[in-house]
């Protein structure tokens, strides 16, 4: 029989009970791990992931409503659905088991096919979390980029650069942000429409991206034709460097539109940043963005596609 999906631990310290409750539940297909109380099932949900737990109440060393209680402190990355199979079914214990975090319960002796069905409601609401939670990560992810040109997007800058800066400071590291503005851009647009506009966009975008450190540096959009490359552990001067290293990048390669259309483009570049060594310890975003930013506009004035840094 094929395997479903996710597998069984089952907790009863009754040896005959237990070998019985695999029985079932492994010959409907689903893999069992076992183990005799809750002590045990605690070491071995430490170390693997069982989304059904069904377990027995009354058991030495750690009985199911602890093992319960446990279960329900712990932060596991996905929820487990516990079944409590118990010979007692006073409505007392009942309530008790679900205060605790019980999600269910039958009363021993259990009929079999109802163990299986409570199991299958359990696996149907396992599955409805995980493609939830799969779908949280897709939007998550999917609302921190720019869908034009595929790098970061504003929100994300917002937030992460705030973060970018706290860390050089706290540990006294260096930290540089290059601001880049695509030079006289409207005219691609007017004279090729926005789709081209866009396609140099995402070209200059990837561009940058593949030459940037890996996992340390990354670039936003800032907005319209206005990109921002962060690059931690990095100076001003060997920022200023870089930059100058892209504005070349950038100038001396053609971006193709079409099968007829060529695009030359400059980028002008404004750089700052903080020193892990002075005074920087309360330089805020906005500050360290409106410097690049003043650097940006000296570099629009001084004729543009050049590379001006904050002094
Ligand atoms: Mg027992």
Request: aromatic share 8%; glycine share 8%; proline share 2%.
């Amino acid at each position: 029989m094929r395997k479903k999906n996710y597998p069984v631990l089952v907790v009863e310290d009754d040896p005959v009970t237990r070998r019985l409750i695999c029985k079932t539940v492994g010959g409907a297909g689903y893999d069992t791990a076992e183990a005799e109380n809750g002590k045990i099932a605690q070491e071995i949900l430490k170390n693997s992931c069982f989304p059904i737990v069904v377990t027995d109440l009354m058991m030495p060393e750690m009985d199911g409503l602890e093992l319960c209680r446990w279960i329900r402190s712990q932060r596991n990355a996905h929820y487990i659905y516990i079944v409590v199979l118990t010979a007692r079914d006073s409505t007392e214990d009942v309530l008790k088991g679900f205060e605790t975090g019980v999600d269910d319960y039958l009363t021993k002796p259990f009929n079999h096919a109802e163990l299986l069905a409570r199991i299958n409601t359990g696996m149907r609401i396992i599955g409805l979390e995980r493609s939830l939670k799969q779908a949280y990560r897709e939007i998550k992810a999917l609302s921190i980029i720019d869908s034009v040109t595929g790098c970061y997007n504003r929100r994300y800058l917002e937030e992460k650069l705030p973060a970018e800066i706290k860390r050089a400071q706290r540990y006294g590291r260096d930290l540089s942000i290059v601001m880049c503005d695509l030079d006289h851009f409207k005219m691609i647009n007017d004279t090729y429409g926005h789709q081209v506009g866009d396609m140099v966009l995402h070209a200059f975008a990837s561009r940058v991206q593949n030459v940037i450190r890996k996992d340390i540096d990354w670039m936003a959009r800032y907005g319209g034709e206005e990109f921002l490359i962060v690059l931690p552990e990095t100076n001003v001067e060997n920022a200023a460097k870089k930059a100058d290293m892209l504005r070349r990048m950038i100038a001396e390669n053609r971006i193709g539109v079409s099968e007829r259309d060529q695009i030359f483009i400059t980028v002008s570049f404004g750089v700052s940043g903080l020193s892990g060594k002075i005074g920087c310890e309360n330089v805020v975003a906005s500050e360290l963005i409106g410097d690049a930013d003043a650097c940006l506009y000296r570099a629009k004035t001084a004729g543009r596609n050049c590379v001006i840094k904050a002094s």
